[in-house]
């Protein structure tokens, strides 16, 4: 540890947070662990609370607060830490809705605290120079296939099929996250189709046409009953090549040769973490809705059809 380290306490000690945050924090040279934030669990050698409340007024030399908490939860969360003048890190998506992340966006600001909404497939390896390529060309076609295994990411968490949890939105938010980074203009969703379990509230599939300037359609196809091999792929038809973004944006390839930045960092929670630093020292904010604001209007316009029930 040093001087120089802020401390930043975690809320919510579930997966992402013991897999990601927990080992970039302690990877970081500008954050160490100040405290968790659990109603269950606690950890060696940090101070464990059950409540933020708690937290917030025991702990008054932690600046900042990273919240991995499911999006329902969130709202009340980041409201009482921006309340209490701390800085807030929000898990994607930011929240259970637009309206929400906008409230919490005008509390940073009149409070003087930096709310960054982080959205981590935005930091694999493959993503900024996606987007460097793609800033000078006539983009065509878009096709973007994210289908993996439910039962293997999310084991027994209820919170994703509850209103809210976005369901198959959960990893397909991630891809339009990247979509959002890499193209140059924003696109606009024109229809979608959501399929829910008749047992379930959120969708276990969805298919999205999204249009943009010019010959720009975009194709999304998210699915969450993909067993075997995994797909999260984004393929872009250009006027000067084909780019193909596979493994959740960690590969990148350019008319079938792998351009992958070796340089640039393995882990996605690094480079939220380097972000979140800078964002600090230059009191910034960063809230860019325009993922979540693609899945509302997915939402908004898709037809519903039920699938099979989902027992996990
Ligand atoms: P999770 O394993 O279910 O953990 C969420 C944690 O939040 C729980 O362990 C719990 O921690 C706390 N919590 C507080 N109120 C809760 C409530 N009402 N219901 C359930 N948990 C509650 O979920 P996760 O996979 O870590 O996901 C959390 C967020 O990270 C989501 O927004 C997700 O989209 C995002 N994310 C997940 C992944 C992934 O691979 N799993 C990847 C990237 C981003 P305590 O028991 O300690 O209070």
């Not at 919510?12 to 669990?41: E, T, W, Y």
């Not at 209820?158 to 991630?174: A, K």
């Not at 000067?240 to 596979?246: A, F, I, Q, S």
């Not at 972000?275 to 908004?300: C, Y």
Request: with cysteine; charged share 25%.
């Amino acid at each position: 540890m040093t001087a120089t380290e802020t401390p930043v306490a975690i809320v919510g000690l579930g997966k992402i947070a013991v897999d990601q945050h927990v080992p970039s924090i302690a990877a970081s040279p500008a954050f160490r662990l100040g405290a968790v934030i659990s109603r269950h669990a606690s950890m060696k050698g940090v101070p464990c609370y059950s409540s933020l409340g708690d937290m917030l007024a025991k702990e008054p030399d932690i600046p900042a607060v990273a919240l991995c908490v499911p999006p329902q939860v969130r709202f009340d969360l980041a409201h009482e830490a921006l309340s209490k003048g701390r800085n807030v890190l929000l898990e994607k998506p930011p929240g259970a809705s637009l309206s929400e992340v906008e409230a919490l966006s005008d509390l940073a600001k009149s409070n003087g605290c930096v709310l960054f909404a982080t959205w981590h497939s935005r930091f694999a390896k493959g993503v900024p120079r996606a987007k460097e390529w793609l800033a000078n060309r006539e983009i065509g076609k878009v096709m973007i296939t994210w289908r993996e295994d439910v039962r293997h990411w999310h084991p027994g968490q209820q919170w994703i099929w509850q209103p809210g949890g976005l369901g198959v939105f959960d990893p397909g938010i991630n891809a339009l996250s990247i979509l959002t980074e890499i193209l140059p203009a924003p696109v606009q969703m024109t229809a979608a189709e959501l399929e829910f379990p008749e047992n379930r509230d959120t969708p276990i599939a969805a298919r999205l046409s999204m249009r943009g300037s010019g010959k720009l359609a975009v194709e999304a196809d998210f699915d969450w009953r993909q067993t075997g091999p995994q797909t999260w792929n984004i393929e872009v038809e250009t006027d000067r090549g084909l780019l193909r973004l596979t493994g959740g944006g960690a590969h990148l390839e350019i008319d079938s040769r792998d351009v992958t930045d070796a340089e640039a960092l393995q882990s996605e929670y690094d480079g939220i973490y380097g972000r979140f630093a800078d964002l600090l020292r230059e009191g910034r904010s960063e809230v860019d809705v325009s993922p979540l604001r693609h899945v509302a209007d997915a939402l908004m316009l898709g037809k519903r059809l039920v699938a099979a029930p989902f027992n996990d």
